[in-house]
T-cell receptor, first 112, second 114 residues
Framework: SQQGEEDPQALSIQEGENATMNCSYKTSINNLQWYRQNSGRGLVHLILIRSNEREKHSGRLRVTLDTSKKSSSLLITASRAADTASYFCATDRTGANSKLTFGKGITLSVRP | GAVVSQHPSRVICKSGTSVKIECRSLDFQATTMFWYRQFPKQSLMLMATSNEGSKATYEQGVEKDKFLINHASLTLSTLTVTSAHPEDSSFYIC??????????FGPGTRLLVL
């Protein structure tokens, strides 16, 4: 089965609301990263959380990591229409030489 | 800092021709570069890992004779799709890393094989 599976697969919210996206994985990791991809474009790195960290903040982003449950969540507060994009979690698995394994992605739509 | 470029951004070619895609790290030296492909509305699938001066390591199921990777310098890696066919049409994305940690992604190259 696939490492890095996000849920929900699609999320539609109103501008100003918070968006929470979850990611689960199966193997031990060095770190977990979240990326954003606008339609037809490359990936933008949002945040990296190491396996010994539990929570990290960056602007309107808050990431948590629970290694006992092998899960992570990405919270975007006070969402904006410009946040509309696909969001991927990616795991840097232990012993994988920094190769990333991506989840299927979550499509976030923020309605103005 | 940490900007990665790809060229071309979009290419259309005839079946049977070869296409070269360049990936450059513009403001840092990338010890490792990665090549991914992404089908519409799907996730990124790692194709190969490339270290400067050595042969690329291909993921299972990726034909190394079909997808030739050259990492000639610490700022340039190329992916050549040889004898391209319509099923090779996809979005190809590279990333570059200084070593352990964050990968910086290029903007992607959309390949359409007619």
């Amino acid at each position: 089965s696939q490492q890095g599976e996000e849920d929900p697969q699609a999320l539609s919210i109103q501008e100003g609301e918070n968006a929470t996206m979850n990611c689960s994985y199966k193997t031990s990791i060095n770190n977990l990263q979240w990326y954003r991809q606008n339609s037809g474009r490359g990936l933008v790195h949002l945040i990296l959380i190491r396996s010994n960290e539990r929570e990290k903040h960056s602007g309107r982003l808050r990431v948590t990591l629970d290694t006992s449950k092998k899960s992570s969540s990405l919270l975007i507060t006070a969402s904006r229409a410009a946040d509309t994009a696909s969001y991927f979690c990616a795991t840097d698995r232990t012993g994988a030489n920094s190769k990333l394994t991506f989840g299927k992605g979550i499509t976030l739509s923020v309605r103005p | 800092g940490a900007v990665v470029s790809q060229h071309p951004s979009r290419v259309i070619c005839k079946s049977g021709t070869s296409v070269k895609i360049e990936c450059r790290s513009l403001d840092f030296q990338a010890t490792t570069m990665f090549w991914y492909r992404q089908f519409p509305k799907q996730s990124l699938m790692l194709m190969a890992t490339s270290n400067e001066g050595s042969k690329a390591t291909y993921e299972q199921g990726v034909e190394k004779d079909k997808f030739l990777i050259n990492h000639a310098s610490l700022t340039l890696s190329t992916l050549t799709v040889t004898s391209a066919h319509p099923e090779d049409s996809s979005f190809y994305i590279c990333s570059a890393s200084r070593g352990i940690g964050t990968q910086y992604f290029g903007p992607g190259t959309r390949l359409l094989v007619l």
